[in-house]
């Protein structure tokens, strides 16, 4: 999972790009990048970190231009180092930069046809540089000296036809301007707002319609699945549907976990989603257990809170804030491997006892995909004196990988996977545990939009929206993905053997 953002203005974006990023931060903590065009060239800063680190002063002064993309990257195969931070570029045709948010299930058939086909060369390991090549192919087998709108639109039908997989991307045609384009199905966000200046009107894409808020773009509309936008430097607003039989059935985990609650989604309030998801677990619990003497009902901070109060208030229970947040700490279900995962959730939470001492505790967390981090806090509420300990999850059991984006990796380290609700609880060490129906789950968010034709819940029920993935494809993400496969990868980086690229050594 990664953030996306991309502006085409009347003076100098970088600024704007670097703001956007930041509200996307909760999108990506492994890199940053920002990539301008300014008088028929490239200007390019990204690296490792935190947006905030990757950026000082003289990087913002020397990226100058009217037009600009940013990205913020979550490694989704564990691979990491500068040479994977986005956006990436090719010098051919016109000079092309891509930020890419999603995975390609068939990139290795691509890479060989990269190879054999298209004479093209992969200078790393990422799909994401796989869906630059295919983009600048297409583009320049329109053989146009000086590309129009049409001809752009017809590279990215030629993406759609080619690329398989969940993917939103924004690119940058130096001299040109910028366009963004969504997969068919529409599992990964992209969305397009306006500002009007004293200059004229600037565009802006991004991930989460909040980028647009923060900046004052008023949102126009999500692209469409398959769609493409194409701002020219000019500030020309081009539309094309490029995709021969679109449907869209965006990532309902972008509503559980991912996306900030002040986020709008296919017109789809994040925030009330997330409150029905609360209500319904409600209606659960009340059903299963009337007589359920729960005392309180206490978030996992943060993405649980909006649930937990909807939850709270539907049972007619205290809701209360029983741990408190290292704000310094970043997201654990981000974190690579699980040593790191669990050193993190006790930096990251501390239990407040008096709200513990002696009472039956709901617990209400988005997920539980490990069990790593809930296993550890509720311990830690046993530690600080509760009587029992229950835990909610706002959605069903995940017990498969994800293929289109998310940091799911193997089944086997999925801790429902292959258990019943009741073996899970025992996992967990809770006193009594509650899942979301996945059908209740669905309604949470097709109530904001009927329009949508359905929802990718494949890390629940195994049903990939794509229609390639297969068990040999999910044993390959296994092989790749595991937490073993994982360290051995972060060994190798480390040793400088894992990924072939141009290192960018400036670290100040």
């Known amino acids: 999972m990664c953030g996306l953002a991309g502006i085409v203005g009347k003076r100098d974006v970088a600024p704007d790009i670097y703001d956007a990023l930041t509200v996307l931060q909760h999108r990506g903590q492994d890199a940053a990048g920002i990539m301008t065009s300014y008088q028929g060239r490239f200007t390019q800063r990204k690296s490792e970190g935190l947006v905030r680190d990757v950026f000082r002063q003289h990087h913002m002064q020397r990226l100058r231009g009217a037009v600009g993309i940013g ?13 994977l931070a986005q956006p990436f570029y090719v010098n051919s045709p016109y000079g092309i930069a891509l930020a890419h948010n999603g995975n390609l299930t068939n990139s290795a058939k691509l890479t060989h046809e990269m190879f054999q086909s298209d004479l093209r060369h992969l200078n790393t390991d990422s799909d994401s540089e796989v869906l630059l090549n295919v983009f600048a192919h297409e583009l320049q087998v329109q053989r146009q000296l000086f590309p129009s709108a049409e001809d752009i639109f017809a590279a990215v039908a030629g993406v759609h036809r080619r690329c398989v997989g969940g993917y939103a991307a924004i690119a940058l045609i130096v001299n040109y301007g910028i366009v963004g384009f969504r997969d068919p199905w529409g599992i990964r966000p992209l969305v397009l707002g306006q500002r009007e200046t004293s200059e004229g009107t600037e565009y802006m894409l991004a ?4 980028a647009l808020d923060v900046l004052g773009f008023e949102l126009i509309d999500d692209v469409a699945p398959g769609e493409a936008v194409y701002i020219s430097e000019k500030g020309e607003l081009f539309r094309r ?19 900030r609650p002040d986020s709008m989604m296919d017109g789809i309030s994040v925030y009330k989603t997330r409150m029905r998801q609360g209500e319904a677990l409600a209606k659960k619990v009340m059903a299963l257990r009337p007589d359920h003497e729960i005392d309180v009902v206490i978030p996992i901070p943060d993405t649980s809170r909006i649930a937990a109060q909807a939850m709270a208030h539907e049972l007619g229970i205290k809701f209360r804030e029983g741990f408190m947040k290292n704000r310094y700490i970043g997201r654990t279900f981000i974190m690579p491997g699980q040593n790191e995962r669990k050193k993190s959730v006790r930096q990251k939470l501390n239990p407040v006892p008096l709200e513990f001492e002696g009472k039956t505790v709901m617990l209400v967390d988005d997920s ?8 550890q806090i509720i311990q830690m509420a046993r530690d600080a004196g509760a009587k029992k300990v229950y835990f909610a999850s706002a959605c069903p059991p995940v017990r498969y990988p994800n293929v289109y984006g998310i940091d799911m990796p193997s089944a086997e380290e999925l801790i429902a996977n292959n258990r019943t609700e009741e073996e899970v609880c025992e996992a967990i060490g809770a006193d009594w545990l509650v899942f979301q129906n996945l059908d209740d789950l669905v309604k949470c968010s097709m109530e904001g939009n009927p329009q949508v034709d359905g929802f990718d819940c494949s890390v629940f029920n195994k049903d990939y929206v794509t229609g390639d993935v297969d068990d040999a494809y999910l044993l390959s993400v296994h092989n790749a993905r595991n937490d073993a496969a994982q360290e051995e990868r972060r060994a190798a980086e480390a040793a400088g053997r894992s990924v072939i690229g141009i290192h960018n050594d400036d670290q100040s």
């Open 241 to 259: 549907q490029c995709a021969a039989k679109p449907k869209l059935l965006p990532c309902i985990f972008e509503h559980v976990y991912f996306a």
């Open 71 to 83: 990205h913020v990257r979550y490694p989704t195969a564990g691979s990491s180092g500068p040479a």
């Open 368 to 375: 539980i995909v490990r069990g790593t981090t809930c296993r």
């Open 207 to 210: 991930s989460e319609s909040v």
